[in-house]
């Protein structure tokens, strides 16, 4: 099972990262637990060298298989965002090329601000909410099972959510990674 965060200081639990210099930064104050947590940023124009694309991120590495149930947890605060684009917060990629098959994004549905898990493309919504406020906290718990009859749940703050199609679960398929 793989578990990270930041309180080493560093990246060293993580597999990797992408993005530009000192665009993933350690900080030492307003955890939402422990002593640390990361500053992710993105500014227009950014173009990560690796991949060419504007993001900054780390990366597990962990690979799933068919019957594999996981849970994700994000631990979040959105601290500015510009909100006339859309922005990914979370994402699981599998082998395949091209955008991932989940991702947790914010996206911009005028007038509101939404907190979504969707695949990368946009194409499947799963699960969407209102966008939390601005500096405030929020935990995402979501809980995949992968394969060809694989699901999905979703908890915000502790509460469980309802899904696209009404119920707290949902099937996808498929679902792999």
């Known amino acids: 099972m793989f578990a990270a965060d930041f309180e080493s200081g560093d990246l060293t639990e993580w597999e990797h990262s992408q993005a530009i210099s000192e665009r993933i930064e350690i900080v030492d104050d307003d955890a939402a637990e422990g002593e640390r947590a990361a500053r992710f940023e993105v500014r227009g124009g950014d173009e990560e060298p690796g991949t060419g694309a504007q993001r900054a991120e780390v990366v597990s590495g962990v690979e799933y298989e068919e019957g594999d149930v996981r849970y994700f947890r994000i631990l979040a ?18 082998d395949s090329t091209g955008s991932p098959p989940l ?17 990368g493309d946009a194409s499947e919504i799963y699960w969407e909410s209102e966008l939390p406020d601005e500096g405030e906290w929020f935990e995402i718990v979501i809980r995949v099972e992968f394969g060809d009859s694989g699901s999905l ?4 703050n ?9 119920e707290t679960v949902l099937v996808v398929h498929p679902l792999n990674s």
């Open 103 to 119: 991702s947790l994004q914010q996206e911009v549905d005028e007038p509101e601000q939404l907190l979504r898990l969707m695949t």
């Open 158 to 166: 502790g509460e469980e959510e309802e899904m696209a199609n009404g």
């Open 153 to 156: 749940r979703v908890w915000l």
């Open 77 to 94: 605060r959105i601290g500015s965002w510009d909100h006339d684009h859309w922005g990914m917060i979370w994402q699981l990629h599998d």
